[in-house]
């Protein structure tokens, strides 16, 4: 069982930067996959970014990618999803998620089996 909180959202402008939290209980952290997803009003939920239990597997959404960093420190229980060069478009409700893991990077929200409430983040233009 793994519970999760975000943290970190808010209003920043474009071009502006923000760094999501998420605090995740657990002993066996470590060993699942984490992800972060976002929604949008009237959209549905959208993969952003997804890491292993090493930082050295992370596999990000082609809009996101050179923008946005997922990272991990397993020793903290924490993920963390660092936001760069923000655009308007980027403005939606920002969840974490936890996956029991498997070969290849799991990409749709079907595959992740716990949730965080979410966070909001709004990019004003």
């Known amino acids: 069982q793994v519970q999760l909180v975000e943290s970190g959202g808010g209003l920043v402008q474009a071009g502006g930067s923000l760094r999501l939290s998420c605090a995740a209980s657990g002993r066996t952290f470590s060993s699942y996959s984490m992800g972060w997803f976002r929604q949008a009003p009237g959209k549905e939920r959208e993969f952003v970014a997804t890491i292993k239990w090493s930082q050295s597997f992370t596999y990000y959404a082609d809009s996101m990618k050179g923008r946005f960093t997922i990272s991990r420190d397993n020793a903290k229980n924490m993920v963390y999803l660092q936001m760069n060069s923000l655009e308007p478009a980027d403005t939606a409700v920002y969840y974490c998620?936890?996956?029991?893991?498997?070969?290849?990077?799991?990409?749709?929200?079907?595959?992740?089996?716990?949730w965080g409430q979410g966070t909001q983040v709004t990019v004003s233009s």
């Open positions: 998620a936890a996956a029991t893991p498997s070969r290849g990077y799991q990409l749709t929200s079907r595959e992740y089996g716990y």
